[in-house]
């Protein structure tokens, strides 16, 4: 019979090893779907920098237009908050931070753990809030999938069992640290393969429009 100790060793190593395989060679795989379908030739003559003009819609897309703040301010909020809470506890957690430096051989500057805590909290708050608040808008119901309920789930987990984990809240240690580890893996898994893939694309996307505008001499 597996103790939580075997759990964890599974999770934290051939286990691991494979999520990762699996989620670099299935974006892998997408960007060069994306790249392979190419661009018709433009014979025009360019009117700017079709370079400066992606990059410059990439950054400027970091911050919402006042008309879509104006519309919708609470998803404008709520979407921010999740999302950069997301990103500075998945990359500035100490423990995560040194494990990509095993991993990768590269690492930078934590945050203390308190500040990553009160983040967490922060950042689960906000995503349930985004799900009550589609759960109670008729319109966003009906547009809903199940794929969207999916990608929520498959974001929500690995900030509470880490929360959990973090707090020992369940025993034995091993058990939680070994959920919050499948459950980060299991992301790592479905994300090419799913809404989450726009965690790439959608730079992919925003550099292309900005591009096209750029060249014009426009901006997007």
């Given amino acids: 019979m597996m103790t939580p100790m075997d759990f964890l060793l599974l999770v934290r190593g051939p286990l691991f090893v494979v999520a990762v395989a699996i989620f670099m060679l299935g974006f892998g795989i997408r960007l060069v779907e994306i790249l392979m379908l190419g661009r018709a030739r433009n014979f025009a003559e360019p009117r700017g920098s079709a370079m400066l003009g992606g990059f410059r819609t990439v950054y400027r897309r970091f911050s919402p237009d006042p008309g879509t703040f104006e519309r ?35 690492a930078w500057p934590a945050l203390p753990n308190p500040m ?6 922060i950042t689960l708050l906000a995503l349930f809030a985004a799900l009550v608040q589609r759960l109670r808008d008729p319109v966003k119901r009906f547009l809903s999938t199940p794929q969207d309920y999916l990608v929520w789930t ?38 090419p393969f799913t809404k989450l893939t726009h965690m790439v694309t959608a730079f992919v996307a925003r550099w292309y429009n900005g591009a096209t505008f750029g060249r014009k001499g426009v901006q997007s």
Avoid: C, Q
């Avoid at 880490?162 to 025993?171: C, D, E, F």
């Fill in 116 to 121: 990553i805590d009160a983040i967490a909290v």
């Fill in 72 to 106: 919708a301010p609470f998803d404008v909020v709520i979407g921010i908050l999740w999302h950069v809470g997301f990103i500075v506890a998945l990359f500035l957690f100490i423990p995560h931070v040194e494990l990509i430096r095993k991993t990768f051989g590269i």
């Fill in 154 to 191: 498959l974001t929500f987990l690995p900030l509470l069992t880490g929360y959990l984990a973090y707090h020992r809240m369940i025993n034995p240690y091993p058990l939680i640290l070994g959920l919050h580890i499948l459950s980060v893996e299991i992301f790592l898994i479905v994300a």
